[in-house]
Nanobody, 120 residues
Framework: VQLQASGGGLVQPGGSLRLSCVTSGFTLDPYATGWFRQAPGKEREGVSSITSRDGRIEYVDSVKGRFTISRDNAKNTVYLQMNRLKPEDTAVYYC??????????????WGQGTQVTVSS
C-alpha cells in the first residue's frame, strides 16, 4: 500500500493550493481517506476526511468554508482544495487512510508529508 501526497508549496495569504493524495495497492477501498497537518511545535490534527462508499465528509472547524475535500475514484485520488489560506495553515500536510476514527488520528496507512507555507 502506498499513499503519495503532493501539491504543497509557498503561497501568499489569501491564496489557494490543491493537494493530491494518490493511493495504490489496496485490495479493498479504505473506509475513509483524510488529510492531517502538523505545524512546528504543535500536535498533528485531522483537517478533513471523506468516506469511500458514501462520500461522507468531515472538516475541522478552522477550515470549514475554506477547504474542500473531494475524490476521484477512477484515479484513486483524494484532493484537498485549500482557498483563502492563512498563515496559521502553514504545516506539513499528510494524507492517511483508516476507519471511522480516522479524524481522531487512528489511521492504517500514512503518506509522506507535503509542506504548505502561507507567507507574504
Amino acid at each position: 500500500v502506498q499513499l503519495q501526497a503532493s501539491g504543497g508549496g509557498l503561497v501568499q495569504p489569501g491564496g489557494s493550493l490543491r493537494l493530491s493524495c494518490v493511493t495504490s495497492g489496496f485490495t479493498l477501498d479504505p473506509y475513509a481517506t483524510g488529510w492531517f497537518r502538523q505545524a512546528p511545535g504543535k500536535e498533528r490534527e485531522g483537517v478533513s476526511s471523506i468516506t469511500s462508499r458514501d462520500g461522507r465528509i468531515e472538516y475541522v472547524d478552522s477550515v470549514k468554508g475554506r477547504f474542500t475535500i473531494s475524490r476521484d475514484n477512477a484515479k484513486n485520488t483524494v484532493y484537498l482544495q485549500m482557498n483563502r489560506l492563512k498563515p496559521e495553515d502553514t504545516a506539513v500536510y499528510y494524507c492517511a487512510t483508516g476507519g471511522p476514527l480516522l479524524m481522531q488520528g487512528v489511521a492504517d496507512y500514512w503518506g509522506q508529508g507535503t509542506q504548505v507555507t502561507v507567507s507574504s
